[in-house]
């Protein structure tokens, strides 16, 4: 039996996570045109207003309601900027497992948001939505990322030979495709028991109206 990921807001001390809204598209573009999403997410490069304006009004809707994942807009408590975005992806509804990944703003690095993001969110899918399982996959030459992983408990569990497509600035401009790794990493709800506080205070989670 199918299930969805329903409509859902987290909070933690810093940040709010919510359904995406079309006032994001500006941010949405701008975020995904930066050079480290370009190297290392399959995003299409340019990256424009409409591509995320589809993205928010009918793919990441569609893809909840088939219940293969969600994603949520990372934003700042206080100033409510759009500063990253948190993917759930290859949902199992028997297996109980999903992969997470996340993307964070150039203007908005440096600050933690990607650990306390993605922590969060793997502690309400365990928590509230009773998964047994959050996997994530880095490349091999993603230090950012492999961080977020490491920071949040998750335990390495191996090597994807070859698996991962890259991008790398060519001469002219433009991106070149490259293969490397990628590392698998997985986070259960034991591994989780004993996060730092102030990234294990979700603060709670509240639910939101009907996306687009």
């Given at each position: 039996m199918t299930s969805t990921f329903p409509n859902i807001s987290i909070s933690t001390?810093?940040?709010?996570?919510?359904?995406?809204?079309?006032?994001?598209?500006?941010?949405?573009?701008?975020?995904?045109?930066?050079?480290?999403?370009?190297?290392?997410?399959?995003?299409?490069?340019?990256?424009?207003?409409?591509?995320?304006?589809?993205?928010?009004?009918?793919?990441?809707?569609?893809?909840?309601?088939?219940?293969?994942?969600?994603?949520?807009?990372?934003?700042?408590?206080?100033t409510q900027r759009l500063v990253g975005v948190i993917q759930l992806s290859k949902t199992n509804w028997h297996v109980r497992s999903t992969e997470l990944s996340y993307i964070i703003a150039p203007w908005a690095r440096g600050?933690?948001?990607?650990?306390?993001?993605?922590?969060?969110?793997?502690?309400?899918?365990?928590?509230?939505?009773?998964?047994?399982?959050?996997?994530?996959?880095?490349?091999?030459d993603n230090?950012?990322?492999?961080?977020?992983?490491?920071?949040?408990?998750?335990?390495s569990e191996g090597v994807l030979r070859n698996a991962c497509i890259a991008h790398v600035r060519t001469e002219d401009g433009g991106w070149s495709e490259v293969r490397t790794d990628f590392i698998v990493w997985s986070l259960l709800p034991e591994d989780i028991e004993g996060a730092d506080g102030h990234l294990a205070d979700t603060g709670g989670f509240t639910t939101y109206p009907d996306w687009n």
């Open positions: 001390e810093r940040l709010v996570l919510r359904p995406f809204d079309t006032d994001d598209v500006p941010a949405l573009a701008a975020m995904m045109n930066d050079d480290q999403v370009a190297a290392w997410t399959p995003v299409p490069q340019p990256f424009t207003e409409q591509a995320a304006r589809i993205w928010i009004t009918e793919r990441a809707p569609a893809e909840r309601e088939a219940g293969r994942g969600l994603d949520l807009a990372v934003t700042e408590f206080l600050e933690g948001y990607a650990s306390e993001a993605a922590l969060a969110t793997a502690q309400w899918l365990f928590r509230d939505r009773r998964l047994q399982r959050v996997e994530l996959r880095t490349a091999a230090t950012a990322s492999q961080q977020v992983a490491q920071k949040i408990g998750c335990i």
